[in-house]
């Protein structure tokens, strides 16, 4: 009530009810109010720094204990395209970090990476805090599902907030993202805040108040974090959907795939080997395949065979330009065409298809002629194909788009 009628929260009250929220002596449909009232209301600094803490103290902190290399972790808040965790973080471990990436499954028109990697035959997702451990020391590199012990109570509010309209909170999406983050115990975070249609902050505006919020809690509670806005109004790369992101994400490991998420990958890899005081060029190790190496040590790690062939789906339809012009790839509407390919889920437990979603098979902003070939969508299901054509839209502009920068900008 306190919130609703526009007052600050007092640290015993916060406190009181993320606790009693997570034992469950308060209801989903009282949590869902007051989540209302801070999403209408806001809160101050002080509040959100409280309330992180007190979803921090819901589980328990990680403590990986000496490996022998510093720790250091990135989080995206996810976008259409964005398998950059996949090349990322064999990439900072071939250069001497340890990189711990618990990672979530997707919902709506956003891949998860857990989803992706799923893609391939026999990788495992789920693993023991001794298992994580072992894997940083030994390999550097370890992407699986967070533990049920890390912020558990996020977890409960993160899935009432899904489906009663609160999820779009800057102080929300901050305490939740960094209350996982601060509880994974790394040393140091480089945050990838997207900025555009396919991106949760559609604003340079509500990203960069996002990344801040964010950043300066990194530092109240003592972790390093340095955050990044990334262009996210069109896909990364020409690969959408699950097996597709991880057969790009191969290719950039060998030294090449699309120049887009090359750009990213290289730009968040020094950022995170800067915060880990690590002096290496990672441009140079992708380019010498040294992260591939890394990479195949890494999915073998957890049961995956990096050779064996990836699903495919069974139908494979193109879509073609309808008129001269230039190819306009929106990131929200190719996310969602392939999230009703099947790519990605509508509920927690849905399942989703490895093989489906949508590949780019020009650049966007491209010259193209009537007729050409610009997209081909994949999936099991061809009853979705119409409705992901519709959803699609318009892919040809009249005139050239603006030049893209990929990374807006760097707060540290
Ligand atoms: N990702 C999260 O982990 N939490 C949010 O609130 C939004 C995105």
Same mark, same amino acid.
């Given at each position: 009530?306190?919130?609703?009628?526009?007052?600050?929260?007092? *640290?015993?009250?916060?406190?009181?009810?993320?606790?009693?929220?997570?034992?469950? @002596?308060?209801? *989903?449909?009282?949590?869902?109010? $007051?989540?209302?009232?801070?999403?209408?209301?806001?809160?101050?600094?002080?509040?959100?720094?409280?309330?992180?803490?007190?979803?921090?103290?819901?589980?328990?902190?990680?403590?990986? =204990? *000496?490996?022998?290399?510093?720790?250091?972790?990135?989080?995206?808040?996810? !976008?259409? !395209?964005? /398998?950059?965790? $996949?090349?990322?973080?064999? #990439?900072?471990? +071939?250069?001497?970090?340890?990189?711990?990436?618990?990672? =979530?499954?997707?919902?709506?028109?956003?891949?998860?990476?857990? @989803?992706?990697?799923?893609?391939?035959?026999?990788?495992?997702?789920?693993?023991? #805090?001794?298992?994580?451990?072992?894997?940083? +020391?030994?390999? =550097?590199?370890?992407?699986?599902?967070?533990?049920?012990?890390?912020?558990?109570?996020?977890? /409960?509010?993160?899935?009432?907030?899904?489906?009663?309209? &609160?999820?779009?909170?800057?102080?929300?999406?901050?305490?939740?993202?960094?209350?996982?983050?601060?509880?994974? %115990?790394?040393?140091?975070?480089?945050?990838?805040?997207?900025?555009?249609?396919?991106?949760?902050?559609?604003?340079?505006?509500?990203?960069?108040?996002?990344?801040? &919020?964010?950043?300066?809690?990194?530092? +109240?509670?003592?972790?390093?974090?340095?955050?990044?806005?990334?262009?996210?109004?069109?896909?990364? =790369?020409?690969?959408?959907?699950?097996?597709?992101?991880?057969?790009?994400?191969?290719?950039?490991?060998? %030294?090449?795939?699309?120049?887009?998420?090359?750009?990213?990958?290289?730009?968040?890899?020094?950022?995170? $080997?800067?915060?880990?005081?690590?002096?290496?060029?990672?441009?140079?190790?992708?380019?010498?395949?040294?992260?591939?190496?890394?990479?195949?040590?890494?999915?073998?790690?957890?049961?995956?065979?990096?050779?064996?062939?990836?699903?495919?789906?069974?139908?494979?339809?193109?879509?073609?330009? @309808?008129?001269?012009?230039?190819?306009?790839?929106?990131?929200?509407?190719?996310?969602?065409?392939?999230?009703?390919?099947?790519?990605?889920?509508?509920? /927690?437990?849905?399942?989703?298809?490895?093989?489906? !979603?949508?590949? #780019?098979?020009?650049?966007?902003?491209?010259?193209?002629?009537?007729?050409?070939?610009?997209?081909?969508?994949?999936?099991?299901?061809?009853?979705?194909?119409?409705?992901?054509?519709?959803?699609? !839209?318009?892919?040809?502009?009249?005139?050239?788009?603006?030049?893209?920068?990929?990374?807006?900008?760097?707060?540290?």
């Amino acid at each position: 009530m306190a919130k609703r009628d526009g007052a600050r929260l007092t *640290d015993e009250q916060i406190d009181w009810v993320v606790a009693a929220y997570t034992r469950g @002596d308060v209801a *989903d449909e009282q949590m869902a109010a $007051l989540a209302m009232a801070i999403l209408l209301n806001g809160m101050d600094t002080g509040e959100i720094a409280r309330w992180t803490q007190a979803m921090i103290d819901s589980g328990e902190v990680l403590v990986f =204990g *000496d490996i022998g290399r510093p720790l250091v972790d990135k989080h995206s808040t996810g !976008g259409v !395209g964005d /398998k950059i965790t $996949l090349p990322l973080a064999p #990439l900072v471990a +071939a250069c001497g970090a340890a990189v711990p990436q618990l990672s =979530g499954r997707g919902l709506g028109h956003t891949g998860g990476t857990l @989803d992706k990697l799923e893609a391939i035959p026999g990788w495992r997702a789920a693993l023991s #805090l001794e298992e994580i451990a072992a894997q940083l +020391a030994d390999v =550097g590199a370890v992407i699986c599902a967070t533990t049920p012990t890390l912020a558990p109570a996020d977890r /409960k509010l993160y899935a009432l907030r899904d489906v009663t309209g &609160t999820v779009e909170s800057i102080p929300l999406i901050a305490s939740s993202i960094m209350s996982k983050k601060i509880a994974e %115990g790394a040393d140091g975070l480089v945050l990838d805040v997207k900025v555009g249609s396919g991106a949760f902050m559609k604003t340079p505006e509500s990203a960069r108040e996002l990344a801040t &919020t964010m950043v300066e809690l990194g530092r +109240a509670h003592g972790l390093a974090t340095t955050a990044l806005l990334t262009d996210m109004s069109v896909p990364l =790369g020409r690969a959408v959907g699950n097996a597709l992101e991880v057969a790009e994400s191969v290719e950039v490991l060998r %030294g090449g795939g699309p120049a887009d998420v090359v750009e990213l990958t290289v730009a968040l890899a020094r950022e995170m $080997l800067a915060l880990a005081r690590i002096d290496a060029d990672p441009a140079a190790v992708l380019a010498k395949g040294e992260a591939y190496a890394v990479w195949e040590r890494m999915i073998a790690a957890q049961g995956g065979d990096p050779d064996a062939p990836l699903p495919v789906a069974a139908h494979v339809e193109e879509v073609v330009a @309808d008129r001269s012009g230039y190819a306009s790839f929106d990131a929200l509407a190719i996310g969602t065409a392939a999230w009703r390919l099947g790519a990605g889920r509508a509920r /927690k437990e849905d399942a989703v298809q490895a093989g489906a !979603g949508v590949r #780019l098979l020009v650049d966007h902003g491209a010259a193209v002629a009537a007729g050409e070939p610009l997209l081909q969508l994949h999936t099991d299901t061809p009853d979705a194909v119409a409705g992901a054509r519709e959803l699609l !839209g318009g892919i040809v502009a009249d005139a050239p788009p603006g030049p893209r920068r990929l990374v807006l900008d760097t707060l540290r």
